[in-house]
């Protein structure tokens, strides 16, 4: 998909200390999906980290992280009229709110285990999402503990992307 291309060449041009390039793809991943802003906390430690920083790249960066966040809710306004449009397609379509991890979590393991009958919605909506989010919490610990010994950028998008992504109610 082009989200996993634009992330993937984005951290490798952050490996590479080509911070221009990985911003103007972290723009464009930005653009994708709202799961892609939180590329620009790795880069931005990644910039601090660097032996070989400019000023200059840090304006680039956060210059294109405004404009391409400006783009996104922008979008979002002139399409909708709501800057936040996103989340009301989640709730109408998916039935997602944002709410605190822990909050989704325990309503999906209620709805898998507490629905009298079995049903594709206990399955998919409750079993398959309380499975899925504790799973992804227990791989996240064991990922940001030392055992792993990933770099601080990578613990941080791992951490940020397990949040993102758990931080859901039905």
């Known amino acids: 998909s082009l989200f996993l291309f634009l992330f993937c060449a ?5 490996r590479k200390n080509r911070f221009w390039k990985s ?10 999906k709202p799961f892609g802003m939180i590329i620009w906390p790795v880069l931005l430690i990644e910039w601090f980290k660097s032996s070989k920083r400019s000023w200059s790249n840090m304006i680039i960066i956060l ?9 996104y809710l922008s979008l979002n306004y002139f399409l ?3 800057f936040f449009a996103f989340q009301k397609f989640l709730e109408m379509n998916w039935f997602k709110s944002f709410a605190w991890p822990w ?4 309503e999906s ?3 898998g285990l507490q629905t009298p009958e079995w049903s594709t919605y206990k399955i998919y909506i409750g ?3 309380a499975i899925t989010s504790t ?3 227990l791989v996240a610990f064991f990922g940001l503990t030392k055992w792993a010994k990933l770099r601080l950028s990578y613990a941080l998008y791992l951490f940020l992307g397990v949040l993102f992504f758990t931080s859901t109610s039905y």
Not at 10 to 14: D, G, M, P, V
Not at 23 to 32: D, I, K, M
Not at 63 to 71: A, E, H, P, V
């Open 10 to 14: 984005s951290f490798l041009f952050i």
């Open 23 to 32: 911003s103007l793809l972290a723009g464009l991943l930005t653009l994708t």
């Open 63 to 71: 210059s294109l992280m405004g404009i391409s966040c400006g783009i």
């Open 80 to 82: 909708f009229k709501d």
């Open 103 to 106: 909050v989704g979590l325990l």
């Open 109 to 111: 393991w209620k709805r």
């Open 127 to 129: 079993l398959a999402e």
């Open 135 to 137: 799973l992804t919490w």
